[in-house]
Nanobody
Framework: QVLLVESGGGLVQAGGSLRLSCAEA?????????VGWFRQAPGKEREFVAA????????YYANSVKGRFTISRDNAKNTVYLQMNGLKPEDTAVYYC?????????????????WGQGTQVTVSP
């Protein structure tokens, strides 16, 4: 099990950018884990945003963020990132980092085993 801590959220105007970070805080390495980002807006279910295989050779994105968001990882820093460009008010949500060993269905919340506490992203019109 890994302990994930997100940072980088905040308030930004529409069209702006943010980069979220997700670091492993217990000292374990998760370079062999698949990693992902989900988000949850008030009154809505948690939804898939992006995922990256442990090998780094496969990326997955929700249609709503494709072309605007990029997931990446720095194994030397044991950190995962979500670069968010062209932000829209509908991107407002709490963003969660997640990890799992050999995830078999990255878009489902129940296939992920480890979650961060979340970071708030608010996009003003």
């Amino acid at each position: 099990q890994v302990l994930l801590v997100e940072s980088g959220g905040g308030l930004v105007q529409a069209g702006g950018s943010l980069r979220l970070s997700c670091a492993e805080a217990s000292g374990r390495t998760f370079t062999n884990y698949d990693v992902g980002w989900f988000r949850q807006a008030p009154g809505k279910e948690r939804e898939f945003v992006a995922a990256l295989r442990w090998s780094g050779n496969s990326e997955y994105y929700a249609n709503s963020v494709k072309g605007r968001f990029t997931i990446s990882r720095d194994n030397a820093k044991n950190t995962v990132y979500l670069q968010m460009n062209g932000l829209k008010p509908e991107d407002t949500a709490v963003y969660y980092c997640t990890a799992a060993f050999k995830n078999w269905d990255v878009v489902r919340t129940y296939t992920w085993t480890d979650w961060g506490q979340g970071t708030q992203v608010t996009v003003s019109p």
